[in-house]
């Protein structure tokens, strides 16, 4: 059966910074238009076998107020509209129509079609930076919304800023018919999952997987191949899988960064991924680590 990745799915025409400025006053006014709305970091979705996340626009009156607006782009010809709310309007959304949870929920139980995953992932991505760029990083003044959402300008000093995303690299570090995978004291229990860390300055997406590992792991790594890649918004990340060659065998890990990290077999992450191991677990299967041990179970 194939696994989907969460949030890779994405059908949008997307709107970006160098298309029309005012696409967004366009949109509110269009009646086509759909609302993906959250509150706070939790996006307020329509009820339903399954939910979905699109809303009528005129959901936004049952909101006294709102904070930044977002136009995403065309879905079919319906303009995608993205609202940051304060998380007190969850309340307003308790009744049986409507359901308030987070992206992850919402994911792994599968309460919007998987197609709009990817939209709900931009939507929370972007206007999370809007909630925490605020001001302007070059002298502090205050920003403001810019080019639909796509942009914050400060009026102070001129700069102009934009959406960021964070690089990851994740990596299934192999060694024959075993693999490596590590565990946090704050997943699921069970759970091994593979390592990961943030790309830094200047770096490689090779030799990022070399570090990490052997940060966290004390395993050297040879070559590493890339794989695939998923939306993470929590808050904002691009995750890069990819599979590395371990060169050495002895784990020594960083007892700041993980719980444990062992070698595994193929029998042992077998039953990890059909659920049947009595003591391990494998990351959910909306997580790109799950993909990255299915493919290399193939092998």
């Known amino acids: 059966m194939a696994i989907s990745l969460g949030y890779t799915s994405n059908a949008l025409v997307r709107h970006t910074v160098e298309h029309d400025p005012e696409a967004l006053s366009k949109a509110v006014k269009d009646p086509k238009s759909a609302l993906i709305l959250l509150a706070g970091d939790q ?69 919007v079609p998987v197609e709009e995953l990817g939209i709900l992932a931009m939507a929370k991505s972007i206007l999370d930076w809007h909630n925490r760029h605020r001001f302007c990083a070059n002298c502090g003044a205050p920003s403001q919304a810019a080019q639909a959402g796509f942009r914050r300008d400060c009026s102070s000093c001129g700069a102009q800023h934009f959406p960021r995303t964070d690089p990851v690299v994740i990596m299934l570090i192999t060694r024959g018919d075993k693999c490596l995978l590590g565990r946090q004291p704050r997943f699921v229990e069970k759970v091994y999952s593979c390592l990961a860390g943030f790309l830094e300055p200047g770096e490689t997406i090779e030799d990022a997987v070399r570090r990490e590992t052997f940060e966290e792991s004390g395993i050297r790594v040879g070559e590493v191949r890339y794989l695939a890649s998923q939306p993470w918004p929590f808050p904002s990340n691009i995750m890069i899988g990819c599979q590395g060659e371990a060169i050495s ?51």
């Open 43 to 111: 996006p307020v979705l329509q009820a339903g076998e399954p939910g979905t996340s699109l809303l009528p626009f005129s959901t936004l009156d049952r909101l006294s107020a709102h904070k930044e607006q977002v136009f995403l782009g065309v879905l079919g010809d319906r303009p995608i509209i993205a609202t940051l709310a304060a998380p007190e309007a969850a309340e307003l959304f308790q009744e049986p129509a409507h359901v308030v949870t987070d992206l992850r929920a919402i994911a792994t139980r599968g309460l």
């Open 249 to 299: 065998d002895e784990i020594n890990f960083d007892r700041e960064e993980l719980q444990d990290a062992r070698w595994f077999s193929k029998h042992d992450v077998r039953r990890m991924l059909d659920g049947t191991h009595e003591d391990f677990a494998a990351p959910s299967p909306i997580a790109i680590a799950n993909h990255l041990l299915r493919e290399w179970m193939k092998d």
